[in-house]
Structures are given as C-alpha cells and as structure tokens.
C-alpha cells in the first residue's frame, strides 16, 4: 500500500471515528435531556393521578324526569369514564310510581343506563324516618324487584336507597330498617347481590350502620358542611369505614373550582366511598350543574 494510500486510509478512519465519536456525543446529550425533562412532566402527570386518594364512585340521585335527552349530561360522563363506576339512584314518583311499571320515558332510558358496566341502579323508596306504613316501603321494594317480569325490555334495577332513614336508635326502627333490607336481599329481581343504602342525611346511631350496605352520612349545603368540621365528624363514626359510607354535597359556591374543588373532592373521597358534590343550589337532584364534567373528571384521577 502506497504512503498516499493509507494517508487516505487513516483520514476515512479518523472521519468515521470521529462521526462514531459525534453520535455518540448526541445520543448521550439526548439522554441527558430526556432524563432531565421527560421525568419531571411524567411524576407530575402520576402525582395528579395519585394524590386524590382512594378510589370513590359517583352517587346520582337522579330525580330528573327522562325527556328526551335530559339523562344526556349523565351518559356523556358514564360513557367517558369507563373507569368511574356509578351510582344511580332512580325515582319514578317518589318511589316506583302508583304501577307495576314506571311512564314510557322511564321505561325507554333506564334500560339505557343499565346498559353500562360500570352502572349500577337503585330504586328510590323512602320511610318518613322509620313512621311511613311499613307495608307501603315493603310494597314500594316489591314494585321494583318486580320490573324484569312485568316488562318487555328486562327494565330493572340492582337495590334499593332508602330515604329519610332515622338518626336516633330505636329498638323498632332498627327493626323496620332491618326488615326492609331483609326483604331486598330476598328478592331474585335485583340480581345476584343486592345492594341497600340509607340515607338519614346525617351520622346516624351507628347500630344502623350494619343494616344497609352504605349510608349517607352527611347530605348537606357546602357551608353547613363545613360547621359540621367537614370529615372530621365523619372519620369518628364507631364501626364503620369509608367503604360504608356516602356523602352528598350540594350549594357549593362558585369560588370554590380548580384546585379548590379538587381539594373539596378529595377530601370528602377520603371518607366516603360514594361521593356527589355539586354548585347548584336549587333543584340539585334535578339538574347537571355548570361543573358536573369538572366533578367526574375528578372523580377519575
């Protein structure tokens, strides 16, 4: 090999050494770069997603009469959250309604919402505090479990919420509450595991606890809410966990949004298992307010 040819020969290999040598440079410089960015916005990302706490799901008490498209604002949210499971709670005519079925609006949008896996619905009944005729509740609970049979598209629900549940024990009125969940649990027409909850509105005597299978234990206005000591009240109920637990805030102001409603839903999703919180203050069982998106988004984080 000619003195000229291997100039030539050590000049490609220093190029290529020197071409190895800058790719090199530049794959470490993306790495550094990566590794100085791409972390940060990723633990912000996992932050956001894992500092709300545990897991609720959406309690709606749906008292919204089914024209149609007004159970739209409910489905968008179901459909979009695949991961929030839902509560709903459905109330024909306080209760099932004078029939065996509910009006045809009912009887076109439930099976719609019953369509959804991460939906379970409730009938709607209520005690007047445990003075209502118990036959009545029992009747009313009947109704409801009696819907699969008695319509043409499998219409039906998989519990039953109870209203206006007492706060105060009674010997009798834990009688009446346990002989309505009895009951429920017997009925074939709500599936294979029927679900019950109680809704006194407040943190009732804690003996009640153990006949429902969630109770509401504060229903309430934000500001009223907030005298109560907010959770305070409500992580000190003997007997009981999160997990027993629903809480249904309505009459939020509008300051409190952003990270204030996000801390608000935390909070409450802290000790309930089942959380509604919504801005309005009129018709709030009615209505979708301005925030509902806002409030299922964060339901999902």
């Known amino acids: 090999m000619s003195t000229t040819s291997v100039e030539k020969h050590v000049s490609k290999a220093g190029f290529l050494k020197s071409r190895r040598s800058r ?129 043409s598209n499998k219409l039906a629900v998989r519990g039953i919420f109870v209203d206006e549940t007492p706060q105060r024990y009674s010997g009798s009125a834990f009688d009446y509450l346990q002989n309505l969940t009895d009951l429920a649990k017997s009925l074939d027409g709500f599936g294979p595991d029927p679900f019950v909850v109680h809704n006194p509105g407040t943190v009732p005597d804690s003996r009640y606890m153990a006949t429902a299978d969630s109770t509401v234990v504060v229903e309430a206005a934000y500001d009223t809410f907030l005298e109560r000591n907010g959770t305070r009240q409500l992580t000190e109920i003997p007997s009981s966990n999160r997990t027993q637990r629903a809480a249904l805030i309505h009459s939020v102001p509008d300051s409190v949004a952003g990270s204030k409603l996000r801390g608000l839903v935390k909070q409450v999703r802290g000790v309930a298992d089942e959380v509604f919180i919504t801005h309005l203050s009129e018709d709030y069982y009615a209505n979708f307010g301005d925030r509902w998106s806002e409030f299922v988004d964060l339901m999902d984080d």
């Not at 008292?63 to 007004?70: N, S």
């Open 23 to 151: 790719v090199l440079l530049a794959l470490v410089l993306f790495i550094i770069i990566c590794a100085a960015v791409i972390p940060p916005v990723v633990v912000t990302e996992l932050r956001k997603k894992n500092d709300m706490g545990p897991k609720s799901k959406v309690i709606v008490p749906l008292y919204v009469y089914p024209a149609p498209g007004a159970w739209a604002p409910l489905e968008k949210e179901i459909a979009a959250h695949p991961d929030v499971n839902f509560t709903v709670v459905i109330n024909p005519g306080s209760g099932p309604g004078p029939n065996a079925l509910p009006d045809a609006n009912y009887t076109r949008e439930i099976p719609v919402l019953r369509s959804y896996e991460n939906v379970r619905l409730l009938g709607y009944v209520h005690t007047s505090y445990a003075q209502r005729n118990i036959s009545l509740v029992r009747r009313d609970i009947e109704t409801y479990a009696a819907w699969p049979d008695v319509s």
